[in-house]
């Protein structure tokens, strides 16, 4: 099993930068995609960055591009998410997850762990 353990969010203004953490333990040999997912009340979980473990290469979903930045450190087994510009429709629980090599990497669905979820809360 691989645990996800995210950090950082909170409140913050409109205009504002964040940066939310998540680290892994476990199995982390497992590990070939780590992404970031978000949910807003009443609304289904959305997909928004994902990041290679070993290459890199980075996915965004429409509603991060060009604001939001993925990043990771291989040394610490942690991924990263950087957040600028922050508007209210941002807020929502951010979720880390891992994914094992299948799939799709945008589909919830696909992703095997799930950490418990940090409250990023964007006031206008």
């Known amino acids: 099993q691989v645990q996800l353990v995210e950090s950082g969010g909170g409140l913050v203004q409109a205009g504002d930068s964040s940066k939310l953490s998540c680290t892994a333990s476990?199995?982390?040999?497992?590990?070939?995609?780590m992404g970031w997912f978000r949910q807003a009340p009443g609304k289904e979980r959305e997909f928004v960055a994902a990041?290679?473990?070993?290459?890199?290469?980075?996915h965004y979903g429409d509603s991060a591009k060009g604001r939001f930045t993925i990043s990771k450190d291989n040394t610490r087994n942690a991924v990263y998410l950087q957040m600028n510009s922050l508007k209210p429709e941002d807020t929502a629980v951010y979720y880390c997850?891992?994914?094992?090599?299948?799939?799709?990497?945008?589909?919830?669905?696909?992703?095997?762990?799930w950490g418990q979820g940090t409250q990023v809360t964007v006031s206008s």
């Open positions: 997850a891992s994914n094992r090599g299948r799939g799709n990497v945008r589909r919830r669905t696909d992703y095997d762990y």
């Open positions: 476990g199995r982390t040999f497992s590990i070939y995609v």
């Open positions: 990041i290679s473990w070993s290459g890199g290469d980075t």
